[in-house]
């Protein structure tokens, strides 16, 4: 169900490449956009509020810090025109950039 129409379902598809990507490889689509992301780690949607995690060397992409709170704002193809792993759209702070799923910690 949609959070804007709760009657509507998003339609549950492999990602194009068919890959999994941190676990997660089903993209969650509603009206031709993205909404969410799907796999055996579970379920992200947009408009959740998360934690972000850094890499070994607490680098994070997006220009956030590790531990700061962001809300997911939208997803795009994994490796499809121009994007890499980098899938999640995240805003905190006054900042809005770009996460990989590993990125990301459910609170």
Request: charged share 20%; aromatic share 6%.
């Amino acid at each position: 169900m949609s959070a804007e129409n709760p009657d509507v379902i998003p339609v549950e598809r492999p990602f194009v490449r068919g890959d999994s990507l941190f676990g997660y490889d089903k993209a969650l689509e509603l009206n031709g956009e993205i909404i969410g992301i799907t796999g055996e780690r579970g379920e992200l949607r947009k408009g959740m509020e998360v934690g972000i995690v850094g890499n070994s060397m607490g680098y994070v992409p997006s220009g956030h810090k590790p531990g700061e709170m962001v809300t997911i704002t939208g997803f795009v193809e994994p490796f499809q025109d121009g994007a890499s792993d980098h899938i999640i759209t995240v805003s905190g702070g006054g900042i809005t950039g770009r996460v990989k799923p590993s990125n990301i910690k459910l609170i």
